[in-house]
């Protein structure tokens, strides 16, 4: 079975610019959730989906927004990036929810310029 | 107080030896314990979960879960250099709106 896939692997952007983020997960899991982790504040939770709803949120700015697709691949969106925004954004699939085990993929390293 | 806390470590740790890492945390309500291995530089990796109180064992790996005094541990026999990395706990709770909430992560070097 294929594991979680994230694209970009990599991404550097400037200030002020806007990045989407993919996730797709392992297949059959219908709940994927995204973190952002930091040397800083650790891994911290931005939201679940779950048969394209959002089901939880973390405390993240509304410049953080996310979707899932009836494939139950997931996007992740962050507008008007800032300095502060550089991490690596995580995403992880589990069967039905954060409550079960939980697959990371590889992530994603975004710099901000 | 943090939701899960870790000691940030290092954990230094002879090869052969058991290390032993602690978690608490605070969400009496919190239903699932995980432990996640991450190597520097990758994402981190599915150890052991557990939801009952007491023991369980996976090869080398064994978690302990404490419900009265909300701590999880983690023990890892016959270390080796290859189980240095940063370990991470966390705790799913419906009180804290059924999240997954992460420790900060304990460091373990295991020294040959």
Redesign the interface.
Known sequence: KAGVTQTPRYLIKTRGQQVTLSCSPISGHRSV?W?QQTPGQ????LF?YFSETQ??K?NFPGRFSGRQFSNSRSEMNVSTLELGDSA?Y?CASSLS???????????TRLTVL | QKEVEQNSGPLSVPEGAIASLNCTYSDRGS??F?W?RQYSG?????IM?IYSNGDKEDGRFTAQLNKASQYVSLLIRDSQPSDSATY?CAA?GRAA?????????TRVLVKP
């Open positions: 959730s973190y650790g891994l911290q939770f679940e089901r939880n973390g690596l995580l929810g954060q409550h079960n085990e939980q697959f990371f993929g590889p992530g | 239903q699932s995980f996640y990758k994402s981190p990796e599915l979960f991470l799913f709106g059924n999240k997954l909430t992460f420790g900060g992560g």
